[in-house]
């Protein structure tokens, strides 16, 4: 999955065996980018950020970015 596939703002792909793996390197990804003052991922995650403070908008978010990480064919 890309980044923007999964809220932020680049098209930086990331490979992982599971979702939870996905998530870790997707919040590396973003800590380098926050460290870095990406204008673009800032903008990003501030708009994860709103949607946080809606918890069930929160978990549908996480529902559907699941759904499509688990549709994904596996690589070989």
């Given at each position: ?56 908008a929160m978990k549908s978010w996480f529902e559907t970015k699941r759904k ?9």
């Amino acid at each position: 999955m890309t980044c923007k596939q999964l809220g932020g703002a680049c098209n930086t792909e990331f490979h992982a065996s599971s979702f939870e793996e996905m998530g870790r390197f997707v919040k590396k990804h973003g800590m380098e980018m926050f460290q870095k003052g990406d204008k673009d991922h800032l903008e990003a995650m501030n708009e994860m950020k709103k949607m946080m403070q809606t918890p069930d908008a929160m978990k549908s978010w996480f529902e559907t970015k699941r759904k499509e990480f688990e549709a994904l064919p596996e690589s070989v």
